[in-house]
């Protein structure tokens, strides 16, 4: 899928594959203590065991700017 066209998932719903972790959430202004990843696009908080997302955090340019 191009890039920007990732499907962007909402709140309860899961990332089950195509993510990246973000190992240093603190680095980027998050919480140090959240757990975070990157799917296509976005940035979104989600629940370390399920990965159900908690929180869309927002587009990754946002976040790196």
Same mark, same amino acid.
């Given at each position: 899928?191009? !890039?920007?066209?990732?499907?962007?998932?909402?709140? *309860?719903? &899961?990332? @089950?594959? %195509?993510?990246?972790?973000?190992?240093? !959430?603190?680095?980027?202004?998050?919480?140090?203590? *959240?757990? &975070?990843? @990157?799917? %296509?696009?976005?940035?979104?908080?989600?629940?370390?065991?399920?990965?159900?997302?908690?929180?869309?955090?927002?587009?990754?340019?946002?976040?790196?700017?």
């Amino acid at each position: 899928m191009p !890039p920007g066209h990732a499907k962007r998932y909402g709140i *309860g719903e &899961y990332i @089950r594959d %195509g993510y990246i972790r973000i190992d240093d !959430p603190s680095r980027w202004g998050l919480r140090r203590d *959240g757990y &975070y990843v @990157r799917a %296509g696009d976005y940035v979104y908080e989600v629940n370390r065991e399920t990965h159900q997302v908690l929180n869309l955090i927002g587009a990754i340019a946002d976040i790196l700017n």
